[in-house]
Nanobody, 122 residues
Framework: VQLQASGGGLVQAGGSLRLSCVAS????????LGWFRQAPGKEREFVAA????????NYADSVKGRFTISRDNAKNTVYLQMNRIKLEDTAIYYC????????????????WGQGTLVTVSS
């Protein structure tokens, strides 16, 4: 599965942004899709994941209540709606896919997109 993330950019703290990630190569309707992020000098960390059915989602505590992950299987796309963005949300955001259920463990995802940069200004 090839993943192409987009939607990053410069946003003010408190603002909103929506990231998209389009999958190609095969349908991802049976895949869990996740978002991870990597801030400068830090390790890549889990942000959110959604199961194949969209009914199962999980979030990192740092984004819970602010970010929403969703998917459109007809478009082979996963989204990350980011609201009430904070300075500490600045990072490169990566989408990832794995066959099976959603998980927060980076090592369990086998396909990764190239990342999209989100920069938050004060």
């Amino acid at each position: 599965v090839q993943l192409q993330a987009s939607g990053g950019g410069l946003v003010q703290a408190g603002g909103s942004l929506r990231l998209s990630c389009v999958a190609s190569g095969r349908t991802v309707s049976n895949y869990a899709l996740g978002w991870f992020r990597q801030a400068p000098g830090k390790e890549r960390e889990f942000v959110a994941a959604v199961g194949w059915s969209s009914y199962t989602t999980n979030y990192a505590d740092s984004v819970k209540g602010r970010f929403t992950i969703s998917r459109d299987n007809a478009k082979n796309t996963v989204y990350l709606q980011m609201n009430r963005i904070k300075l500490e949300d600045t990072a490169i955001y990566y989408c990832a896919a794995r066959y099976g259920s959603g998980t927060a463990y980076r090592s369990e995802y086998h396909d990764w997109g190239q990342g999209t940069l989100v920069t938050v200004s004060s």
